[in-house]
């Protein structure tokens, strides 16, 4: 039970409120939403589900050793990888639906606001 609901805590923490609700929470500490945008889309989210295992087992290194195992790549391999992950979800991050429109991809919603 122990390890399950560990996992389940570390797995799960990818829901995120809908553009609504973060729209009415904004309003009720007396902000104006003017717009908002979803950053995000199947890619992004790909990438985000593919790389859970690999966060999970960096943190349990982490929890041990005290460090992230990254600390053993060069930095020119990690600037590497950064670059080529940047280039496969680029338009998911360039991409901006504007309004107030549902994305199950969506990994960030970005507002506009001015305070009431």
Known sequence: MLFSGAAN????????????TWKILLEGHGFAVEESTIIGGQKTEWLFRFGLPFSFVSFLFKSFAGFYPVRFCSKSIVALL???????????????????????????YAFKCVKK
């Open 9 to 20: 805590g570390f797995f799960q923490h990818w829901h995120l409120m809908d553009a609504k």
């Open 82 to 108: 950064t670059k080529k992950v940047f280039a496969f979800i680029k338009d998911d991050l360039s991409a901006s639906a504007k309004g107030d429109h549902h994305n199950e991809y969506a990994i960030e």
